[in-house]
């Protein structure tokens, strides 16, 4: 715990390098991808987490943020010929703002209509971008013309997307990290555990719920973009997709929320999952979901708190020594 | 007992990986390959993206079937090149995320040369994209959005027509023969467009609403609603008020069904009235409908009820699909990847490898003239990898069936128009 | 003006449909608190009761929906033994999730069974219509319709004239007070778990003759359901009617007057904007929305 020389500082440390070193032998280009997917989803249900996990605004509609972003980057790549570096700033006003519009209204619904609520955003958004043609091109998406160069953020190869993304996710655990740290999260926890209790104590709630909220949807902008970049093709069903919003949180239920690596716990197992599962058991169309959905009933019953929280308990229980990340995560199954 | 639960959804989650590890390593030899173990010579295997699960299951496994179909005749027959057999490796590709990850899946991890695809344009934007920057041959036997092939790409073909040549399809039976048919001139017909409004719909209605401006029909409304709608009655009423002579509709299977409904309820009786494939032309949307679906004519891929000395093989074909899964085929689009995927094997044989630059290469130069497929359809790509030769047909529901009614080489009756009111359907 | 009727008289049918779909998650919302996001596929196994019923023994959807009402309450049953119970104590987040994998789980299990095709029935009145003047109006919708009114009044009685409603009205208000007066809370919920899914149930029976069924149909239904009884007022059976009939009106006003393309939106709006100025629901007594019970 003292410092940079803790045992865990130095297993961070290890894998951190090792993170940095696995382009160099990683050449199978499948395997790039699921990297890379894996980097991206941690990064995105991250940023989900901060909102959700910390702040304890359970939102549904988290595509939202992620699909302004990448449709304000590319609109002025494509349109206006900006570089999507640049266009990065923009996304970040642009769904910084969104989400303050959205939550300024939104945050005074407790609990499951909240929630209910970020679905009816999320939606209304969908249905405006399929919409409004002139600006979008609705349905049809935008392709964006593949030219490759450090300006447009656009690579023939795999290893420079798995460098952004890295640092992309580096920035969100970074950031989670000072909130974990802070009094900021605490004030987070507190509105989380009991929203009454916290406005009592005198924190100003629906300010804090609001830093929770820019902060989050700003991050899911940035990974808007890198979507928008690596994937070259962008249409309102799959950005504005509450399907994909339930995805992102998922990964964060699984691995653990109001953790700080709960989010990339839940990416590495549950990314390569999907991927495997598309194309196991392909001689029943369907038996690949319905597996993945009894197995999603059982797990999340069983295990609410998620991997993480469950691990650490578990080994703490057997009296190891493990320091944990965990500020009352372990709490959030008893909150009603 | 909270804590023996959790430790065993551990476990749970962790046996799941294992477990779909070794399915996924089974499925190879389950997918398509029953026949691989006779002949004893090499198999060749083909990656093969469809949507099997979600909203699109049901027209991504029908095209699935055509292709498979046509890889069981051919290993049948002996394979191709001297005996080898051909294997096709299912990946399920529910959205454009999926297409693009399995994309890569196919083309590194099992270390194949050549996918077919897809029936939605979404996917296959996005895994001909993949397919195109790891120089591995994609070929489109189903998706009709233009920009597919508009993008010029090296590996991409496509055999099947794209949405503009649907609509020119659409117009240039328009033009033709419906002003005889009304007794109008051609400039005073009211045309309605209605579309659902996501990639299908908005763009075969974008170029149907181009030509028909080309042409200086008279458009009178354009409506889109959205293809999960419960309800359509505003739709009809907003139809109703315009008082259309033609009503050509993009939609799928759902809104299809449920536009002719509420039509039906709403009394709203149109001269004319044009699906574009899709929906309109599958055959639960008769057997939701049944009689009252009688008259409805469709721009689509070809339908069984045609001109067989224009179309040699499509018997041998519908009699396969009936032998293998039991019923008659449920749309075109069984055949239409049926018919590109044996114009594909044929180009494998020649070729005798999956090398994919030795098959673009015999793609380009590869010719077959209209009326020798089992659509009907020559082949000739384009620079750009498309097909020129495809078009859409005009047919039109008869007491159950779909029978091609345009263009005449493979018609096998006239157009009835104009169609009865909904009391008189029969 | 028959025009405008036309649409008035559209719009109040559908609503009819959409009342009789939100009424039984509005007990279940109301009731067992939580959101079920299942509730589509309940329907769309209803759907698909009443299309085997009828095409392997010919039975008519209205007559045998007595028959798939029933399988549908012991589906609930078991659905909230096994499932939903063992997590009651739980946060809201486990709920979500939870009913999300059933949805998952039974929409493919759908079509795993019976594939993806879609299948319908063919009956007479199908497609019969009354004809007013120039409007027309459908007669299974209006069927539908009326029966979503005697469901309403039906449930609104049981609730609050019954001894067993009575009780189901105590735990939606205040279960530990409840539990005091000697309720079983836990025997409570199941019924009201059951409940709910025999009413989706019966709205199964009656929108096969209209609609057709699919392993995904369920995913069109069920977030106007959500919609539809939060903007009614949670667990207000009589709210859930009316919120149904308001959404039918303000989708088919809005798909005439604004673009059919974005009357999906406008429902989505309202219903943003019932939730921040009246969370409880616009038929309910105007408590905050978590503290409605069934009045």
């Known amino acids: 715990m ?16 090792a993170a940095f070193a696995l382009p160099n032998f990683l050449k199978n280009k499948f395997y790039m991808n699921i990297v890379i997917m894996v980097i991206f989803y941690a990064a995105l249900s991250g940023s989900w987490n901060i909102l959700a996990g910390y702040a304890g605004q359970l939102s549904l509609g988290h595509s939202i943020f992620f699909g302004l972003g990448a449709y304000t980057s590319t609109l002025l790549l494509v349109k206006m010929g900006v570089s999507p570096w640049l266009g990065i700033i923009a996304a970040l006003i642009m769904s910084m703002a969104v989400g303050a519009l959205i939550g300024y209204p939104a945050f005074r619904l407790k609990g499951p209509f909240f929630t209910l609520a970020t679905l009816a955003f999320s ?176 797990v999340v019953s069983w295990m609410p708190n998620g991997i993480l929280p469950t691990i650490t308990n578990q080994v703490k229980k057997r009296g190891l020594k493990v320091s944990t990340d965990r500020k009352g995560a372990g709490k959030i199954d008893t909150a009603n | ?126 895994a001909s994209e993949v397919a195109e920057r790891n120089g591995v041959v994609y070929w489109e036997l189903g998706a009709i959005s233009d920009p597919i092939t508009d993008r010029g790409y090296k590996y991409v073909f496509r055999t099947n027509p794209t949405s503009s040549q649907f609509a020119q399809s659409e117009i240039g039976f328009i033009k033709e023969v419906v002003p005889a048919k009304l007794g109008k001139n051609l400039t005073d017909l009211k045309i309605a467009l209605v579309h659902e409004d996501s990639l299908y719909g908005t763009t075969v209605a974008g170029f149907i609403e181009k030509y028909a401006k080309e042409e200086k029909l008279n458009v009178v409304t354009n409506q889109a609603y959205n293809m999960n709608s419960v309800d ?19 939609s799928y299977l759902n809104d299809a069904i ?138 039109q529901w008869t007491d159950g069936k779909l029978v091609t009614v345009w263009p005449k080489e493979a018609a096998v009756q006239e157009p009835k128009l104009p169609l009865l009111k909904w009391s008189e359907r029969k | 003006m028959g025009e405008i009727i036309q649409v008035l008289i559209s719009g109040i049918l559908v609503g009819g449909i959409y009342a009789l779909i939100s009424m039984g998650l509005n007990l279940i919302l109301g009731v067992v608190r939580i959101i079920n996001f299942a509730h589509g596929e309940f329907l769309m196994l209803a759907m698909y009761l009443s299309f085997f019923l009828y095409s392997v023994w010919g039975l008519d959807p209205y007559v045998s929906a007595l028959l798939v009402v029933l399988i549908l309450f012991v589906f609930g049953l078991f659905i909230q033994r096994i499932i939903i119970q063992p997590i009651l104590n739980t946060s809201a987040t ?35 219509v009354i004809n007013v003047g120039t409007v027309a109006v459908s007669i299974p919708r209006l069927i539908a319709f009326i029966v979503a009114i005697i469901v309403a009044l ?29 309720i079983n809370v836990k025997r409570i919920y199941l019924l009201a778990f059951a409940i709910g899914s025999a009413i989706v149930g ?76 009246r969370p409880s629901g616009l038929f309910s007594l105007g408590k905050g929305s978590e503290e409605v019970g069934l009045k």
């Open chain 2, 232 to 250: 359509l009655s505003s739709v009809i009423l907003n139809l109703k008020k315009a008082q259309p002579d033609v009503v050509i509709a993009v």
């Open chain 2, 1 to 126: 007992m909270r804590k023996v639960k959790s430790v065993l959804a551990l476990v749970l989650v962790i046996m799941l990986v294992f477990l779909s590890g070794c399915g996924s390593g089974g499925s190879q030899s389950a997918s398509g390959g029953s026949q691989s173990a006779s002949g004893g010579g090499e198999t060749l295997k083909i990656g093969a993206i469809y949507p099997f699960t979600g909203g699109a299951a049901l027209l991504g496994d029908e095209s699935f079937r055509g292709a498979e179909l046509a890889v069981k005749l051919r290993n049948q027959k002996g394979g191709v090149a001297g005996g080898k057999k051909i294997e096709l490796s299912k990946a399920d590709s529910p959205d454009a995320n999926a297409a693009q990850s399995q994309a890569n899946r196919l083309i590194s991890q099992e270390n194949i040369q050549l996918i077919i695809g897809s029936y939605s344009s979404a996917l296959s934007m996005a």
């Open chain 3, 202 to 277: 019966l709205a199964g029976a009656l929108l096969i003759p209209i609609y057709y069924v699919f392993p995904t149909v369920g995913t069109l239904f069920v977030l106007i359901s959500f919609v539809v009884v939060v903007l009614g007022g949670m667990g207000s059976m009589l709210g859930a009617f009316l919120g149904g009939i308001i959404i039918g009106l303000v989708e088919a006003i809005a798909g005439v007057v604004i673009a059919p393309g974005l009357k999906e939106a406008v429902y989505f709006i309202i219903f943003i904007l019932v939730l921040l100025f």
């Open chain 3, 154 to 182: 039906g449930m609104y009685l049981f609730l609050n004239k019954t001894l067993v409603g009575k009780a189901i009205r105590a735990v939606a208000m205040e279960k530990r007070a409840a539990a005091l007066m000697g």
């Open chain 3, 94 to 128: 486990v709920k979500i999730f939870v009913t999300l994998g059933l949805s998952i789980a039974l929409q493919n299990f759908a079509l795993m069974l019976w594939r993806a095709d879609f299948r319908s029935v063919h009956t007479a009145y199908q497609t019969a």
């Open chain 1, 2 to 17: 003292r410092g940079l020389l803790s045992k865990k500082s130095i297993f961070l440390f290890i894998l951190l390098i």
């Open chain 2, 258 to 395: 449920l536009l002719t409904r509420q039509s039906k309820e709403l009394g709203f009786d149109v001269p004319v009235f044009i699906g574009s494939g899709g929906g309109h032309t599958m055959t639960d949307f008769q057997k939701a409908l049944g009689a009252d679906a009688n008259g409805i004519l469709n721009a689509d891929f070809p339908q069984y009820e045609i001109n067989k000395s224009f179309t040699p093989g499509l018997d041998e074909f519908v009699k396969l699909y009936q032998d293998t899964y039991g019923t008659a085929p449920r749309s075109g689009h069984s055949v239409t990847n049926f018919m590109g995927m044996n114009v594909l094997l044929n180009i494998i044989d020649q070729v005798g490898s999956l090398d994919p630059d030795k098959i673009q290469a015999a793609a380009r130069s590869y010719k077959l003239e209209p009326g020798k497929s089992e659509t009907g359809w020559g082949v000739e790509f384009n620079d750009k990898g498309q097909n020129k030769l495809g078009k859409a047909y005009v047919t």
């Open chain 1, 123 to 298: 939606e209304v958004i969908r249905y405006i971008a399929s919409f409004w043609k002139e600006l979008t091109n609705g349905a049809m998406g935008i392709n964006i013309p593949f030219k490759p160069g450090l300006a447009t953020m656009m690579f023939r190869t795999k290893e420079p997307y798995y460098f952004i993304a890295l640092g992309m996710l580096l920035l969100i655990i970074l950031i989670t990290f000072f909130i974990d740290r802070s009094k900021m999260g605490s004030y987070f926890i507190a509105i989380r555990e009991n929203e009454d209790a916290a406005e009592v104590l005198g924190i100003p709630i629906t300010r804090y719920k609001m830093y929770s909220m820019l902060i989050s949807s700003g991050l899911a902008a940035l990974t808007g973009v890198f979507y928008a970049q690596y994937i070259l093709f962008i249409e309102p069903e799959a950005v504005f997709n509450i399907n994909f919003s339930s995805q992102i949180a998922l990964m964060s239920i699984i691995g653990g929320m109001g953790t700080i690596f709960g989010p990339i716990v839940g990416a590495v197992l549950l990314v390569p999952l999907n991927e495997i599962m598309r194309s196991a058991f392909s001689s029943l169309n369907g038996l690949n979901f319905f597996i993945y959905g009894i197995v999603l009933i059982i």
